[in-house]
């Protein structure tokens, strides 16, 4: 049987004590995780406690049942709110209706009444459990997204994100069906000219795609998305000569688009590659093939291997993997960073790179690293040595063994770096909180939101981390601080109970008094006399 957290709230302990013996809970599937004597108190236990069911009276000091029951859905959407009260009037049980309360009973509570209530609340938190459970919504919504998904899968592949050894496990579960042998990327680019205007771009660019597909489907097999303003096709090819018959039909879709869609579109083609994990290079090419129509003009398709046959099919391929590399330094794991700099070093173990351009490839490696270290506030002369000649070093190495052995000593001390900047940082920020608490304790209006509006970070952040820091929910530590600060005041003088509140950040005395007695067990008057007794 499923178990929820139930949160009860009311200012009177004896109902607590009723509620809690009215119910067989355990057997109903609940658990009482805890109980507060008012609405502000409910909202702190609320943040540590995660319930399931909040049970509130509707009258209460502090803060009431239905303004606890409205920040209570805003913060916490999926808790059940039951609201009680001895009031039996009209406009309670509307404003509960309309703030979405689940029930509104009245006072006194019947234990049959009650277990009805909390037999419905179960059956609904059952159902929406059972909802997130069901596997046959979970296949019907991965079905639906199944089209994102692809989409995301070729755009993965045209950025070259997709290792090799992983593509054939995002063919199978995408449903993707591309086999090739060959494969090639095209480019659709459409000009920005004046003839069509009276249509939409993005209408325009729909129309482009389904006249390409309806006109290339019977004959190539390809895919389709749109992608940063383009049309980016994956064609699959029977064999790498294929690709001048692929050009000839996008070169009368090219004329076709200008009639039906009254669109002026270039068709870039990229080199035929045999594996989809270097579909980048095809893709790049044919970006560049689709860059040519200012020489030659658009509406026409243009093939990067008939106008460029100079251009390197290898080119720029290492540029990837130094990104990958790059990223895994700053966000990623060690074993993370192993990983893409082990696939790096095996591409280029396999590549026909020349020794001219070897020696370039690592000038532009070097480079990029060393931009990198700058804009992440790196030490570069700790990772290499302030008297290393970098350049001569890693040039001087003899293997693509020794280069990925210098790669992954230096990756590894600029991410140790970057992760203990990101832990001082982490530690400067909620000491910045601290100091924040300790010169406005004695603002009223002090909140999680004043603190996250000075730091200009979020409320969901600046929660987790404060929390990870310092093992308090910000409200605990705010609340133990003024509680010292207090107890500092309370001995210093003869001040009245309401001038300390008021002093340490408390409008009503009476819950100052309220939440003291909670921190030491006595009333500030009473701790105030049997410290000055002993003294």
Same mark, same amino acid.
């Given at each position: 049987?499923?178990?929820?957290?139930?949160?009860?709230?009311?200012?009177?302990?004896?109902?607590?004590?009723?509620?809690?013996? #009215?119910?067989?809970?355990?057997?109903?599937?609940?658990?009482?995780?805890?109980?507060?004597?008012?609405?502000?108190?409910?909202?702190?236990?609320?943040?540590?406690?995660?319930?399931?069911?909040?049970?509130?009276?509707?009258?209460?000091?502090?803060?009431?049942?239905?303004?606890? +029951? #409205?920040?209570?859905?805003?913060?916490?959407?999926?808790?059940?709110?039951? /609201?009680?009260?001895?009031?039996?009037?009209?406009?309670?049980?509307?404003?509960?209706?309309?703030?979405?309360?689940?029930?509104?009973?009245?006072?006194?509570? &019947?234990?049959?009444?009650?277990?009805?209530?909390?037999?419905?609340?179960?059956?609904?938190?059952?159902?929406?459990?059972?909802? #997130?459970?069901?596997?046959?919504?979970?296949?019907?919504?991965?079905?639906?997204?199944?089209?994102?998904?692809?989409?995301?899968?070729?755009?993965?592949?045209?950025?070259?994100?997709?290792?090799?050894?992983?593509?054939?496990? !995002?063919?199978?579960?995408?449903? /993707?069906?591309?086999?090739?042998?060959?494969? *090639?990327?095209?480019?659709?680019?459409?000009?920005?000219?004046?003839?069509?205007?009276?249509?939409?771009?993005?209408?325009?660019?729909?129309?482009?795609?389904?006249?390409?597909?309806?006109?290339?489907?019977?004959?190539?097999?390809?895919?389709?998305?749109?992608?940063?303003?383009?049309?980016?096709?994956?064609?699959?090819?029977?064999?790498?000569?294929?690709?001048?018959? $692929?050009?000839?039909?996008?070169?009368?879709?090219?004329?076709?688009?200008?009639?039906? +869609?009254?669109?002026?579109?270039?068709?870039?083609?990229?080199? *035929?590659?045999?594996?989809?994990?270097?579909?980048?290079?095809?893709?790049?090419?044919?970006?560049?093939?689709?860059?040519?129509?200012?020489?030659?003009?658009?509406?026409?398709?243009? &093939?990067?291997?008939?106008?460029?046959?100079?251009?390197?099919?290898?080119?720029?391929?290492?540029?990837?993997?130094?990104?990958?590399?790059?990223?895994?330094?700053?966000?990623?794991?060690?074993?993370? $960073?192993?990983?893409?700099?082990?696939?790096?070093?095996?591409?280029?173990? #396999?590549?026909?790179?020349?020794?001219?351009?070897?020696?370039?490839?690592?000038?532009?490696? /070097?480079?990029?690293?060393?931009?990198?270290?700058?804009?992440?506030?790196?030490?570069?002369?700790?990772?290499?040595?302030?008297?290393?000649?970098?350049? *001569?070093?890693?040039?001087?190495?003899?293997?693509?063994?020794?280069?990925?052995?210098?790669?992954?000593?230096?990756? %590894?001390?600029?991410?140790?770096?970057?992760?203990?900047?990101?832990?001082?940082?982490?530690?400067?920020?909620?000491?910045?909180?601290?100091? !924040?608490?300790?010169?406005?304790?004695?603002?009223?209006?002090?909140?999680?939101?004043?603190? +996250?509006?000075?730091?200009?970070?979020?409320?969901?952040?600046?929660?987790?981390?404060?929390?990870?820091?310092?093992?308090?929910? %910000?409200?605990?530590?705010?609340?133990?601080?003024?509680?010292?600060?207090?107890?500092?005041?309370?001995?210093?003088?003869?001040?009245?109970?309401? /001038?300390?509140?008021?002093?340490?950040?408390?409008?009503?005395?009476?819950?100052?008094? !309220?939440? %003291?007695?909670?921190?030491?067990?006595?009333?500030?008057?009473?701790?105030?006399?049997?410290?000055?007794?002993?003294?």
């Amino acid at each position: 049987m499923n178990q929820y957290a139930v949160l009860l709230v009311d200012d009177e302990e004896e109902v607590f004590q009723v509620m809690m013996k #009215k119910l067989p809970w355990e057997e109903m599937g609940f658990h009482i995780a805890g109980y507060a004597r008012n609405g502000i108190e409910a909202l702190e236990m609320a943040e540590e406690l995660q319930p399931d069911v909040v049970m509130t009276d509707i009258k209460m000091s502090y803060m009431d049942g239905l303004t606890l +029951c #409205k920040q209570l859905k805003e913060l916490y959407p999926g808790t059940k709110v039951i /609201i009680f009260s001895g009031f039996d009037e009209f406009e309670y049980a509307k404003e509960a209706i309309k703030i979405e309360a689940e029930e509104y009973i009245l006072k006194p509570i &019947n234990s049959v009444e009650l277990k009805e209530v909390f037999e419905r609340i179960k059956t609904a938190l059952d159902k929406e459990l059972d909802e #997130k459970r069901n596997i046959e919504k979970l296949r019907e919504y991965y079905m639906q997204s199944l089209p994102v998904l692809q989409e995301n899968f070729y755009a993965s592949l045209i950025e070259g994100r997709i290792p090799e050894n992983k593509v054939g496990a !995002y063919l199978s579960n995408y449903q /993707i069906d591309l086999k090739g042998p060959f494969f *090639a990327a095209v480019v659709l680019h459409i000009s920005g000219d004046q003839e069509g205007q009276e249509m939409d771009p993005f209408l325009k660019l729909v129309s482009v795609k389904q006249l390409a597909e309806e006109m290339l489907s019977d004959t190539w097999k390809m895919k389709s998305l749109t992608y940063l303003g383009d049309i980016v096709l994956i064609a699959e090819l029977p064999g790498e000569e294929a690709i001048t018959h $692929l050009t000839d039909d996008l070169d009368k879709l090219c004329k076709n688009a200008k009639r039906v +869609c009254k669109a002026s579109v270039t068709a870039g083609i990229g080199h *035929a590659c045999d594996s989809l994990d270097t579909l980048q290079v095809s893709y790049q090419g044919a970006q560049n093939a689709a860059s040519y129509r200012v020489i030659y003009g658009n509406t026409r398709a243009i &093939n990067i291997a008939e106008i460029d046959p100079q251009e390197n099919v290898d080119s720029h391929w290492e540029s990837d993997y130094v990104k990958r590399i790059l990223k895994k330094i700053k966000m990623g794991h060690r074993e993370e $960073l192993d990983e893409v700099i082990g696939e790096f070093i095996t591409a280029l173990s #396999k590549s026909k790179i020349s020794l001219q351009q070897y020696r370039i490839m690592i000038l532009e490696l /070097i480079a990029e690293i060393y931009r990198f270290g700058t804009e992440n506030r790196i030490s570069m002369e700790t990772v290499f040595g302030a008297e290393n000649d970098i350049y *001569a070093q890693i040039l001087q190495l003899e293997s693509a063994e020794s280069l990925g052995n210098w790669l992954r000593e230096n990756s %590894f001390k600029m991410q140790e770096q970057i992760l203990n900047e990101r832990m001082d940082t982490t530690k400067s920020f909620v000491s910045r909180a601290e100091d !924040y608490v300790k010169e406005h304790y004695s603002d009223q209006d002090l909140s999680i939101e004043t603190i +996250c509006s000075y730091l200009n970070v979020s409320a969901a952040y600046f929660s987790t981390i404060f929390k990870k820091e310092t093992g308090k929910t %910000f409200i605990n530590y705010l609340t133990e601080y003024r509680m010292e600060k207090a107890v500092d005041l309370l001995l210093q003088g003869d001040q009245k109970t309401y /001038i300390v509140a008021e002093r340490v950040g408390y409008a009503d005395s009476n819950y100052f008094s !309220y939440v %003291f007695k909670k921190q030491f067990g006595i009333s500030p008057s009473k701790y105030k006399s049997s410290r000055m007794g002993d003294s």
